[in-house]
């Protein structure tokens, strides 16, 4: 939700919680506008979850508050005794978003100098007209779809540049810094795409679905597997046979990239690159020792980022059935 949005929420939502108050002919309308300023939030849930907090809070803080200005009167000292009470005992219940608003409704009692139901009827009213306005102006907020899936789409592009690099770097460029770029750019889109896809989550009431944030979740994970990949292609200073296979099999991958590939192909062409791993002659110097460990790790790393999507792929499917 950006700023606009909000500052017309939070005008919205208080306007029509004094005006409510004051058709009512409550005391300290005022009071409940408030209260629906501090209660739109980000995400329909914070929104509810809070709203329910603050409601429980007012139950509570109207008892503790009625039996110390009973027994001690309404003063200062009761008014800290209270604080004191009252505070804990919120945060324990997990109710501390309440604390506030509740505490200024519990002044009014101060104020008029009465505990009577009169008073506490009008502070729960007004309590209860500022969460439901919030909640009624943020039952509305703007889609994140489109947004998310133009991320997604940015992500797998990001990831065919890099796949299609790591080739380029096994048959001799030297391009470390732009894949180095790629890789950056990868990992700062995935995390856009995890904070909105959590936001976009939170805003589902009914039919919650979690797919996005399961899809960057994925992305993430192959995003690391990735840079460790990364980090071992300067280690290959040798020209072989395997080096051109596997990169051949980086550009299939960057060509299948889609979220709906099974991977079941490329885990298989993996298995035929690790049979010719076996059948290929031992290395005969230090250098080409070296050179066949590092290419053997970037196999390893590359089946088990072949693996995080098909296991993406299973769940997704097993979810849908």
């Given at each position: 939700m950006n700023i606009t949005v909000r500052t017309i929420k939070i005008t919205i939502a208080s306007l029509l919680a004094i005006l409510l108050a004051q058709g009512l002919n409550l005391e300290h309308p005022l009071?409940?506008?408030?209260?629906?300023?501090?209660?739109?939030?980000?995400?329909?849930?914070?929104?509810?979850?809070?709203?329910?907090?603050?409601?429980?809070?007012?139950?509570?803080?109207?008892?503790?508050?009625?039996?110390?200005?009973?027994?001690?009167?309404?003063?200062?000292?009761?008014?800290?005794?209270?604080?004191?009470?009252?505070?804990?005992?919120?945060?324990?219940?997990?109710?501390?978003?309440?604390?506030?608003?509740?505490?200024?409704?519990?002044?009014?009692?101060?104020?008029?100098?009465?505990?009577?139901?009169?008073?506490?009827?009008?502070?729960?009213?007004?309590?209860?007209?500022?969460?439901?306005?919030?909640?009624?102006?943020?039952?509305?907020?703007?889609?994140?779809?489109?947004?998310?899936?133009?991320?997604?789409e940015e992500i797998e592009e990001e990831m065919r540049v890099a796949l299609v690099m790591f080739q380029s770097q096994l048959l001799g460029e030297k391009n470390f810094s732009s894949i180095h770029e790629h890789l950056k750019q990868l990992d700062n889109k995935i995390h856009e795409m995890n904070h909105l896809a959590f936001k976009e989550y939170e805003n589902q009431v009914i039919n919650r679905s979690g797919y996005f944030v399961r899809y960057a979740q994925m992305r993430k994970e192959q995003s690391v597997v990735l840079q460790k990949i990364y980090d071992n292609l300067p280690l290959i200073k040798l020209a072989t046979k395997q080096n051109e296979v596997l990169a051949d099999l980086f550009v299939e991958t960057a060509e299948q990239l889609?979220?709906?590939?099974?991977?079941?192909?490329?885990?298989?062409?993996?298995?035929?690159?690790?049979?010719?791993?076996?059948?290929?002659?031992?290395?005969?110097?230090?250098?080409?020792?070296?050179?066949?460990?590092?290419?053997?790790?970037?196999?390893?790393?590359?089946?088990?980022?072949?693996?995080?999507?098909?296991?993406?792929?299973?769940?997704?499917?097993?979810?849908?059935?």
């Open positions: 009071a409940s506008g408030v209260i629906a300023i501090l209660s739109v939030l980000e995400t329909k849930q914070e929104s509810i979850k809070t709203a329910l907090a603050r409601i429980g809070s007012a139950i509570l803080g109207f008892i503790i508050a009625s039996i110390l200005f009973y027994f001690i009167g309404y003063t200062i000292f009761a008014f800290c005794l209270y604080l004191l009470i009252f505070i804990p005992i919120t945060c324990k219940w997990n109710l501390q978003s309440g604390i506030a608003p509740t505490t200024v409704l519990v002044t009014h009692f101060m104020t008029a100098q009465s505990i009577s139901w009169v008073w506490q009827l009008n502070g729960f009213v007004l309590m209860l007209i500022g969460v439901v306005m919030a909640l009624l102006v943020n039952s509305w907020m703007p889609s994140q779809q489109k947004e998310l899936n133009c991320l997604k889609h979220e709906k590939n099974t991977g079941l192909q490329l885990l298989n062409d993996i298995l035929d690159l690790y049979i010719e791993f076996k059948q290929s002659d031992l290395p005969k110097t230090r250098s080409e020792f070296e050179s066949r460990a590092s290419l053997f790790q970037i196999l390893n790393d590359f089946e088990r980022f072949i693996k995080i999507k098909r296991e993406f792929y299973i769940n997704e499917q097993s979810s849908l059935s």
